[in-house]
């Protein structure tokens, strides 16, 4: 059971270019959302999914897509990365029937210079 | 909208004191709240939870936190802290059993010997 699953772990990106976070759960959870984590700022939700073919947006989703095709999968999409998203990115997961708390993956830290 | 504070950036205790990380939440609605711990270089790690019933929860590693309605508080409680519990405490809050949780900013706890 390996839980929640985020690659890659680290990335270094151009400004400008474009590039697809990983995301995927083993536990049949509904719900599965994006947050980034910044110094001083918690972690704000990007955005999120409550099932297959469902999505909304949270706190902060300008600059980024998401698609969620299958209940396991949730990619991050940077359209065109910018210095301002250098940050911490975690993806997390839980069921629907019952308010659990998230599980959530291990982060993948990204940098764009 | 909902909302989450910390009002404190940093929490220092002696290891075998008791502790006490505070949260408050503005939420419309019934209030689902939730703390979780993230250790250095970690994703975070669900604690406890709070649904409804008894005002004190208790979660993992001796942790509880209880619930106050009046003053909308959910604080953080440990009757005798361990230098393990070291870390970064968030809480959280939803409305109902909708997917989105919003963080708060975060609390660093230290212990020391």
């Given at each position: 059971n390996a839980g929640v699953t985020q690659t890659p772990k680290f990335q270094v990106l151009k400004t400008g270019q474009s590039m697809t976070l990983q995301c995927a759960q083993d536990?049949?959870?509904?719900y599965m959302s994006w947050y980034r984590q910044d110094p001083g700022m918690g972690l704000r939700l990007i955005h999120y999914s409550v099932g297959a073919g469902i999505t909304d947006q949270g706190e902060v989703p300008n600059g980024y897509n998401v698609s969620r095709s299958t209940t396991e999968d949730f990619p991050l999409r940077l359209l065109s990365a910018a210095p301002s998203q250098t940050s911490v990115y975690f993806c997390a997961s839980k069921p629907g029937t019952y308010n659990y708390g998230y599980t959530f993956g291990s982060g993948t830290r990204l940098t764009v210079v | 909208a909902q909302s989450v504070a910390q009002p404190e950036d940093q929490v220092n205790v002696a290891e075998g004191n008791p502790l006490t990380v505070k949260c408050t939440y503005s939420v419309s609605g019934n209030p689902y709240l939730f703390w979780y711990v993230q250790y250095p270089n970690r994703g975070l790690q669900f604690l406890l939870k709070y649904i409804?019933?008894?005002n004190l929860v208790k979660g993992s590693y001796g942790f509880e936190a209880e619930f106050n309605k009046s003053q909308t508080s959910f604080h953080l409680k440990k009757p005798s802290a361990l230098v393990s519990d070291s870390a970064l405490y968030f809480c959280a809050v939803s409305r109902s059993n909708a997917g989105k949780s919003t963080f708060g900013d975060g609390t660093t706890l230290t212990v020391k010997p």
């Open positions: 536990m049949n959870h509904e | 409804t019933g008894d």
